[in-house]
Structure formats: C-alpha cells, structure tokens
C-alpha cells in the first residue's frame, strides 16, 4: 500500500446506469475503512441513463482540505470503453499514472487509442467477468477491483474483508449477489492486464 502525503487522485469515466459513481464511492468507503482520509464525489451535469458522466477519488494518509475536481489524476478509470471515441479521458493524466480500461482488448491495442499517452495502461474484460460471476453486464464492481489492485491504495486483502462485510450489511436478504460480488472482486484482481 503506498504512503504518501500527497493525494492519490483517481479519475472514473462512464455512462449513467453503469454503476462509475457507485464504484467511486466504495472506494471511498474501502480507502476510509483502512484509516485513509478521503473524497469521492461525482461531477453533475445532464444526468440520463446513457450519458457519459465523470466521478472523482482523493485518498491521502493526511486531511486533503482541497475540494476541487480533478485536472491531474494519477489514475484514470475508464467503465466504457466507446467512452475512449467520446471523452479525452486521457487528459490531465500524469505520465507516470495508469489508465484502466474495461475492454476485452489487451493493453497494447488500447494504447493507440489513447492519443499518445506514455504511462501505463491496464485493461480488463469487466463486461465478461461482471457476467460470468453476476449474470448481468455490471461493470462498476470489476472496474472497482481493478482500481485497487492497479493504483494499490488498499491493501487488497483488507479491501476484499471490508468488501465481504460492505456486501453482507447491503445484501443480507440475497446471498447470491454478496457471492457473486465476492467472485467479480477477486477474479478482476487476478485478471486486470498491466501493460
């Protein structure tokens, strides 16, 4: 787990409905539940089933008395990948960060995608693995995996404890969705290509 008196700021882009704002805001939750201090925050705007929206993370081992959106992210996180044709969701985003997209594609046929971007970038098929293990496309709970395992501001075993408990509390009445959120989580973290 990285230590830093620095933020780690993350960047999420996707659609309404696919669960970006939700999957920001657990790992606010998840960063909080391992003593971080932390933001998470959507950025409002035509808010529709569809339309692309943008959320943002700040995780610190310090109070971060900065309440802005984000302009320079060290970590991107793309949930859709036709989003790459339709945002520069590259913009900003530090040399030395990573992107990660959800995509069945391997890293390095996303990279020409992404206007010349030099970091590092990290794919992962949520789409197939949201519907393997939930029997649905829900793609915010991969990407979420995804994110800690690839910026490392959870340690992973206590992300998925905190993660296991998070579901148990919301989900106490249907068993079959904490298993199948339990096995997208630890899937992704063992699938997410870095490239």
């Given at each position: 787990?990285?230590?830093?008196?620095k933020?780690?700021?993350?960047?999420?882009?996707?659609?309404g409905?696919?669960?970006?704002?939700?999957?920001?805001l657990?790992?606010?939750?998840?960063?909080?539940?391992?003593?971080?201090y932390?933001?998470?925050?959507?950025?409002?705007?035509?808010?529709?089933?569809?339309?692309?929206?943008t959320?943002?993370?700040?995780?610190?081992?310090?109070?971060?008395?900065?309440?802005?959106n984000i302009?320079?992210?060290?970590?991107?996180?793309?949930?859709d990948?036709?989003?790459?044709?339709?945002?520069?969701?590259t913009r900003?985003l530090?040399?030395?960060?990573a992107?990660?997209?959800?995509?069945?594609?391997?890293?390095d046929e996303v990279?020409p995608l992404l206007?010349?971007?030099s970091?590092?970038?990290?794919?992962?098929?949520?789409?197939?693995?949201?519907?393997?293990?939930?029997?649905?496309n829900?793609?915010?709970?991969p990407?979420?995996?995804?994110a800690?395992k690839?910026?490392?501001v959870?340690?992973?075993h206590?992300?998925?404890?905190d993660?296991?408990?998070?579901?148990?509390?919301?989900?106490?009445?249907k068993p079959?969705?904490?298993?199948?959120?339990?096995?997208?989580l630890t899937?992704?973290?063992?699938e997410?290509?870095?490239?």
């Amino acid at each position: 787990m990285k230590k830093t008196n620095k933020p780690v700021e993350i960047r999420w882009h996707g659609r309404g409905g696919q669960g970006a704002k939700t999957a920001c805001l657990l790992l606010a939750d998840a960063a909080f539940s391992s003593g971080k201090y932390v933001q998470g925050f959507p950025e409002y705007g035509p808010e529709r089933m569809g339309a692309p929206i943008t959320a943002y993370n700040r995780i610190s081992d310090e109070r971060c008395t900065v309440h802005s959106n984000i302009y320079e992210p060290d970590y991107v996180v793309v949930v859709d990948e036709t989003l790459l044709d339709a945002v520069d969701v590259t913009r900003g985003l530090r040399a030395d960060g990573a992107i990660i997209v959800n995509t069945a594609k391997s890293p390095d046929e996303v990279r020409p995608l992404l206007g010349g971007f030099s970091g590092k970038v990290c794919t992962i098929d949520a789409r197939a693995i949201s519907e393997k293990t939930l029997g649905k496309n829900f793609p915010n709970t991969p990407m979420l995996a995804a994110a800690v395992k690839v910026s490392g501001v959870v340690e992973p075993h206590k992300f998925v404890a905190d993660m296991e408990a998070s579901f148990r509390h919301k989900f106490s009445h249907k068993p079959q969705v904490i298993t199948g959120n339990m096995a997208a989580l630890t899937q992704s973290m063992q699938e997410v290509q870095v490239g």
